[in-house]
């Protein structure tokens, strides 16, 4: 993806190579728990993927960074660049499309971290993958998950599945500040297990859409192969191939996050209409 050159956002924080230890992981973006149902229903609902995440102790606390921190390779210092200028072309996509449906958006901020961090959803390690905490309205990014996931999950790999990633977790808050989310927590008190996880698959495969209308908009920054590097990384992260891969069969009722051919088929769906507004995946999904 064309990057080099352009602006990078100011809403980055960049806390890697700093020390400091965590304990526990609250769970989230793609290959975690959605943050959200850990928060709804605890550490219970991220037993489904426990051969994805290395442990759960939710509520316990970790240890403040020391505030000492190494020097960046160089790179590390061009992915966190790469990172910060995509973060910039969410804020200008977003900014647009909501001011043309006379919204005004809240941009939300990004952390780069290294092993664990502090959020305000709870302590988190890099096991949990890219994430998005609504209690802070921070995307969380441990960059080295990206390796993992080529060379675990067998995604191609390449820049576009980090642009893919970080507009997924954008994705996640536009629900926040449109409301969606909220509504979603409502929808799912009083739901059996299996009704809960489907809310939360409609939730992560519009996040999916909303990737896929950012990569519309943004056409003009694409290099060839990168639109497959995304349905690359989508495939990999699909709740099928993940328990193919990990446990050796699959459990349709445990999804939290679709399929792989939900995830490519929102993803692309968002790419070619450039619609924000044709991503009611409730409606698709929960007839």
């Known amino acids: 993806m064309k990057w080099r050159g352009n ?32 928060n709804m229903f605890g550490g219970e609902n991220a037993k489904m993927l426990t051969p994805v995440l290395e442990q759960i102790n939710q509520g316990q ?32 996509t977003f900014g647009q499309i909501f001011q043309e449906n006379n919204m005004d958006y809240e941009q939300p901020k990004m952390v780069l971290f290294s092993d664990a961090v502090e959020t305000a959803c709870g302590s988190a390690t890099s096991a949990s993958g890219p994430f998005y905490c609504p209690g802070d309205k921070k995307v969380y990014m441990d960059l080295r998950f990206f390796e993992e996931l080529k060379t675990r999950f067998g995604a191609k790999g390449g820049d576009f599945a980090i642009a893919y ?11 926040t500040i449109t409301g969606t989310s ?3 927590r409502q929808l799912q008190q009083g739901k059996s297990q299996t009704e809960a ?27 060839e192969g990168d639109i497959e590097e995304a349905l690359s990384a989508a495939h990999a992260v699909g709740d099928d191939a993940i328990q193919s891969k990990m446990q050796g069969h ?6 939290t ?27 698709a999904l929960l007839k």
């Open 7 to 38: 602006r990078q956002s100011d809403n980055v924080e960049d806390r890697r190579g700093m020390s400091g230890g965590g304990k526990a992981v609250i769970g989230g973006g793609l290959i975690g728990i959605v943050i959200l149902l850990l």
């Open 61 to 92: 606390q970790t240890e403040q960074s020391s505030g000492e921190q190494r020097p960046l390779t160089p790179e590390e210092q061009e992915i966190g660049d790469f990172a910060k200028t995509i973060f910039a072309y969410t804020e200008d």
């Open 165 to 175: 990633v970080i507009a997924h977790e954008v994705g996640h808050h536009i629900q």
């Open 182 to 184: 909220g509504k979603v």
């Open 197 to 223: 996880n489907k809310l939360s698959v409609c939730l992560e495969l519009q996040a999916d859409f909303y990737a896929g209308v950012w990569a519309h908009y943004n056409k003009q920054y694409l290099e």
């Open 250 to 255: 699959v459990q349709p009722d445990t999804f």
């Open 257 to 283: 996050h679709g399929t792989s051919e939900q995830r490519i088929y929102w993803f692309k769906k968002g790419f070619q209409s450039g619609d924000i507004n044709k991503g009611d995946t409730f409606s």
